[in-house]
């Protein structure tokens, strides 16, 4: 069974980076017919998608992060991550990591992690 | 503010029937697959409804899908006390090439 889990430091201080991993078990993160993604929640609000990855690198992001974002993969851990740069307040979420497939549906989800942008 | 519309909150006694629609514009309802999910209080969403109208593995037939044009809807019938949640619609968005989120509607199950 496919399971997805977000790892990193769960709070971050203002204008630093954030910085979180999503290892992949009971499946490959070589799969030809799925993305990668981060998505995040802030608190009790809605879900906003961060950007994806396929395990050749090939990267796609919100137009609204795109200048602070970078999600990269490590097919040789099963892994990709997530780093987002000069962080406020405003960042300040449940960060989930999700498998996508190719119609874009979200079909398995990590457990979600809080990251806390404060100094 | 999000790209696809849904009411904030609905509501139904046991055993009811309820529906949540979803809005949405040519760029992504009007041109792709509407997926919907659920999130329990305090966890992760869940892939609930995927393509408009299929179930996955495990999700009761009390949930069913629709879509027409640009807008979509979820509907539930014999309502549980366990269907308390949050629901959020979401489709690819061609203009973002990725995926967009209704606000999300809190059922609550009187």
């Known amino acids: 069974q496919l399971q997805l889990q977000e790892s990193g430091p769960g709070l971050v201080k203002p204008s630093e980076t954030l910085s979180l991993t999503c290892t992949v078990s009971g499946g490959s993160i070589s799969s030809s017919s799925h993305y990668w993604g981060w998505i995040r929640q802030p608190p009790g609000k809605g879900l906003e998608w961060i950007g994806s990855?396929?395990?050749?690198?090939?990267?796609y992001y919100n137009p609204s992060l795109k200048s602070r974002v970078t999600i990269s993969v490590d097919t040789s851990k099963n892994q990709f991550s997530l780093k987002l740069s000069s962080v406020t307040a405003a960042d300040t979420a449940v960060y989930y990591c999700a498998r996508v497939d190719t119609t874009g549906t979200l079909d398995h989800w990590g457990q979600g992690t809080l990251v806390t942008v404060s100094s | 503010q999000s790209v696809l519309t849904q009411p904030p909150s609905a509501s139904g006694a046991p055993g009811q029937r309820v529906t949540i629609s979803c809005s949405g514009s040519s760029s992504n309802i009007g041109s792709n697959t509407v997926n919907w999910y659920q999130q329990l209080p305090g966890t992760a969403p869940k892939l609930l409804i995927y393509?408009?109208?299929q179930r996955p593995s495990g999700v009761p037939d009390r949930f069913s899908g629709s879509k027409s044009g640009t807008s979509a809807s979820l509907a539930i019938s014999g309502l549980q006390s366990e269907d308390e949640a949050d629901y959020y619609c979401?489709?690819?968005?061609?203009?973002?090439?990725?995926?967009?989120f209704g606000g999300g509607t809190k059922l609550t199950v009187l």
């Open positions: 393509s408009n109208n």
């Open positions: 990855i396929y395990y050749s690198g090939t990267t």
């Open positions: 979401a489709a690819w968005d061609d203009s973002l090439n990725g995926p967009v």
